[in-house]
């Protein structure tokens, strides 16, 4: 369980939508949350490309039960892509979310 003062990152999740007739994919705002953004290094780092290459960090809130993967991750000016969502011993108490960065 993650100490609620290691919350100190405000991300956006965003929800896709596809404009009519021009097939152009936006994103819009769906909620903002408290967050500890990890990027994986060192051993992590190692571990974790052992599992999928593109995973470049972990990202813990608060339990919710409205985040999907089909959902981004606006952090500042950055972008992430969300890989997996993982509910730890399905407690409810946090979600940890596996991302990789995008390059707009």
Known sequence: MIN???LNKRITFQVSTISAGEGITSWSDYC?????ILPH???RRYQAKQLDSE???QIIIRYRD???????IKYSDRH?????IINPGEANTQLEIEYKELQD
């Open 55 to 57: 995973i470049e960090g």
């Open 32 to 36: 903002t949350v408290w967050a500890a």
């Open 80 to 84: 992430f892509q969300i890989l997996s």
């Open 66 to 72: 409205d985040i999907t993967s089909s959902m981004r």
């Open 41 to 43: 290094v060192g051993n």
């Open 4 to 6: 609620a003062g290691q």
